[in-house]
């Protein structure tokens, strides 16, 4: 048999044995390290994503009204619980937004505000189903040991994060409560008057202890994050 033809056989049977070359396995590993670089990088909006799904649910606004005090307002506080739950399947229902135009107690501001977060939670939403899917495909990709990093390390990473965002939010929450809207909303769009329905049922106290509950869901998932990637990479040594 010809050299030639010798070597075809050799790389042949090579790759039917699945063998790489070394250039091909050179790219195999960048293309795993880029992955796994993103992974990291994308799992505190992956986190947040998550806690925002969470926190956007009526057993957990029931949990915050009855821990809240609520501002003094003629209407009792159970027709306003009814209400901010009305107000919850209009940000993440498909018809809630009708129901809660129909009801007349909201102006037009009100509703156009509304119709807003729901369309941000729409990309959220969306957004945290994909990183899901990847999560997943990174399984297939990356094997068990190497996902088990990028769960660990994304979750040390995400927590410092999370801790500084709820420091902040304690010392001024004024401060990052303006900049999240500035930086997601028309300007002035979000801004209300104390007399208009949406801050009487979702006064400030409410969105101050739903930031810190997402904050501390956000780090129960990094701990769960965290335990997994260390279970997962004891598993595989």
Request: aromatic share 14%; hydrophobic share 50%; proline share 3%.
């Amino acid at each position: 048999m010809p050299v030639a033809q010798m070597d075809r056989a050799w790389v042949s049977e090579a790759q039917g044995r699945g063998f790489e070359s070394p250039r091909a396995r050179r790219i195999t590993m960048r293309v795993k390290l880029i992955l796994k670089v993103i992974l990291i990088l994308i799992y505190p909006l992956f986190v947040v994503f998550a806690s925002v799904r969470v926190s956007y649910s009526e057993p957990l606004l029931r949990l915050i009204y009855a821990t809240i005090k609520l501002p003094q307002d003629p209407m009792p506080e159970r027709e306003r619980l009814n209400l901010a739950i009305l107000g919850l399947k209009a940000v993440t229902t498909s018809d809630g937004i009708e129901e809660f135009k129909n009801t007349g107690l909201f102006n037009q501001r009100e509703i156009i505000h509304m119709q807003d977060v729901k369309n941000l939670l729409r990309v959220v939403f969306l957004g945290l189903y994909a990183m899901l899917v990847l999560y997943l495909l990174s399984i297939f990709i990356l094997g068990f040991k190497e996902l088990a990093r990028v769960l660990f390390y994304g979750s040390i990473f995400t927590t410092v994060l999370i801790s500084l965002t709820i420091l902040f939010a304690l010392l001024s929450y004024e401060t990052l409560f303006v900049g999240f809207h500035e930086l997601f909303f028309k300007e002035g769009s979000w801004r209300f008057k104390d007399e208009d329905m949406l801050l009487r049922i979702y006064p400030m106290n409410f969105w101050f202890v739903s930031t810190i509950y997402a904050g501390v869901i956000g780090l129960m998932i990094c701990t769960a994050g965290f335990i997994a990637g260390y279970f997962l990479k004891s598993k595989s040594n």
